[in-house]
């Protein structure tokens, strides 16, 4: 590997992304430029090891019928992305 492709690989970063929400859902299909940074990583690893811990906790959320907050907010830790810096679905069009 030439040094500039290595410096290059050095730069990308992690970011740990969850959807937007509305009062009533989870706006999945909104694009990743919408969505929001949750916090950065320098490595997948430790991005998906926070995606994971995020999931578990929400699991362990004892969410009433009646609990929209808390049930959309369980929502959308469920489905957080880990997502490259370098991405250019970060790039709003």
Not at 19 to 45: G, H, K, M, N, Y
């Amino acid at each position: 590997m030439k040094p500039r492709h290595a410096a290059a690989l050095a730069l990308v970063g992690w970011y740990l992304m969850v959807p937007p929400t509305s009062s009533s859902r989870v706006l999945a299909d909104a694009p990743i430029a919408a969505w929001q940074i949750l916090e950065p990583f320098e490595t997948l690893a430790d991005c998906q090891h926070r995606k994971d811990g995020a999931a578990a906790v929400a699991e362990s959320w004892h969410v009433q019928p009646e609990d929209n907050d808390r049930r959309i907010a369980a929502l959308a830790m469920h489905l957080t992305q880990c997502i490259a810096s370098d991405d250019p679905r970060l790039k709003s069009k």
